[in-house]
């Protein structure tokens, strides 16, 4: 029986930059091994730990385009979506979709990270 899951592993071309953004993102901290320079893990966080990894020729997916599907997204809760907004842009992230302000009830925004990975940020 599979005890828990152990992390989500994220395909990138950077996974240092990567890693640093979802470490300030997250309030956690990024952890290498110098012997394994094309995986980056984030970790001290609430929630299954993140890792990045090195893929070449890394194609982000597109959204909401299917040429290049998304195949997994993170949600993100939150308390205020609006600062939290800010602090993801803030750190490179760029928006794709505010949902909560097209379709009334939605409490969540469509953003994607650095390496082109969408995520959501959902209003607890």
Known sequence: MIRKL???ALDCADPAR???F???LLGGRVVTDPEEPDWVEVHGFEG???ACQRVDGHRPPEWPGQER???L???FDVDDL???EKRALALGATVLERTDQL???ANWRIYADPAGHPFCLCLH
Do not use: I
Request: glycine share 8%; charged share 20%; no cysteine.
């Open 103 to 105: 379709r009334p009830g």
């Open 82 to 84: 609006d600062g939290e």
């Open 18 to 20: 990567l890693a640093e």
């Open 48 to 50: 299954t730990p993140l």
């Open 73 to 75: 997204h993170l949600d």
């Open 22 to 24: 979802y470490a300030n």
């Open 6 to 8: 152990q992390a989500v």
């Open 69 to 71: 599907p998304q195949q």
